[in-house]
């Protein structure tokens, strides 16, 4: 009989940026994860609806966990309602 194995807890995503990698909590949009940091990014509905949010993602992907009615393009998201899967890498420095 072998020894039971002790099951790895998931790794929480990351969010990397020009200014570093941010950890993202458990069930956080990408916008709460940037907020957390001290980043300031131009949102208005935090629910998709507007696009206001609309970022380039260079890497990785994100979850939607409702579908925004703003359009996404790819390589593109929406932070205020978006999840990592996994790692990902964002373009702050739109404007």
């Known amino acids: 009989m072998q020894p039971a194995t002790q099951q790895e807890a998931p790794q929480a ?3 990397h940026t ?6 993202a909590h458990p069930g956080e ?3 709460e994860t940037l907020e957390r940091h001290g980043h300031q990014l131009e949102f ?10 609309r970022t380039p993602l260079l890497a990785g992907s994100v979850h939607y966990p409702n ?3 703003a359009f996404v393009s790819p390589g593109e998201c929406l932070p205020c309602c978006c999840k990592p ?3 990902i890498r964002l373009d702050l420095t739109k404007g």
């Open 18 to 23: 020009c200014d570093g990698t941010l950890l």
């Open 29 to 31: 949009s990408v916008l």
């Open 67 to 69: 579908v925004p009615l």
């Open 44 to 53: 208005q509905c935090r629910s998709g609806y507007c696009g206001a949010c």
């Open 13 to 15: 995503p990351l969010v």
């Open 85 to 87: 899967v996994g790692a």
